[in-house]
């Protein structure tokens, strides 16, 4: 049982560049979600899914996309790297109920990716 | 107004010290409030739920004041470990983060 799995660790691109970050989770969760931290700040959700074939934008989804195709993967896209888009990224999974908002849901992170756009 | 306000700190502290710091949110229909902690370019790892009634969790306390809206965390006999920066997380059928509570608990 891994958890939550986010590839790569670390990445530098270029102005204009493209590039998807992995993450998978093997613990059947319904809800996936990316979140990207600035230095000194809290979380910002950018995309979320409740679901397979379901996604949703969340705080700063300007930039990015995801997909969901299948339970365990949610990958993130960046089309057009831009310098505002260097941050720390985190993949999160959870399992949500289907009452309004589980008093037990508890997010599992993945360790994270360190993206630097130049 | 932000969802989720946290005093960043730092705070720091000895070792053997109680440390305790507040989270106030701004929704009133937040359902379910956790702590957690995430060292330094790591991964937010949960340290604890909080109860309407308060909880322990060994040398942690957290409360919760619907009226006030705001929870709190106390960290007693604070150990070198407990540096960190604690994130305060709110739940109104989306998850509100805090930008944390710096803890730097020295020797």
């Known amino acids: 049982n891994a958890g939550v799995t986010q590839t790569p660790k670390f990445r530098i691109l270029k102005i204009g560049q493209s590039m998807t970050l992995q993450c998978a989770q093997d613990?059947?969760?319904?809800?996936m979600y990316w979140y990207r931290q600035d230095p000194g700040m809290g979380l910002k959700l950018i995309y979320y899914?409740?679901?397979?074939?379901?996604?949703d934008k969340g705080e700063v989804p300007n930039g990015y996309n995801v997909s969901r195709s299948t339970t365990e993967d949610f990958p993130l896209r960046l089309e057009l790297a831009a310098p505002s888009q260097t941050s720390v990224y985190f993949c999160a999974s959870s399992y949500r109920g289907t009452e309004y908002a589980s008093t037990n849901e508890k997010l599992f992170f993945g360790s994270g990716t360190q993206l630097s756009v130049l | 107004r932000k969802e989720v306000e946290q005093d960043p700190g730092p705070f720091n502290v000895p070792e053997g010290a109680t440390v305790a710091f507040n989270c106030t949110y701004s929704n009133s229909a937040s359902q379910s409030f956790f702590w957690y902690r995430q060292d330094c370019r790591k991964e937010p790892k949960l340290l604890m739920s909080?109860?309407?009634s308060g909880n322990e969790d060994g040398r942690f306390t957290a409360q919760l004041n619907r009226a006030s809206q705001y929870i709190s965390l106390l960290i007693r006999d604070s150990k070198l470990s407990d540096s960190a920066t604690y994130l305060c997380?709110?739940?109104?059928?989306?998850?509100?983060f805090g930008a944390g509570t710096t803890v730097t608990v020295r020797a």
């Open positions: 899914s409740v679901g397979a074939g379901i996604t």
């Open positions: 997380v709110c739940n109104d059928y989306k998850l509100s």
């Open positions: 909080v109860y309407s």
């Open positions: 613990m059947n969760h319904n809800y």
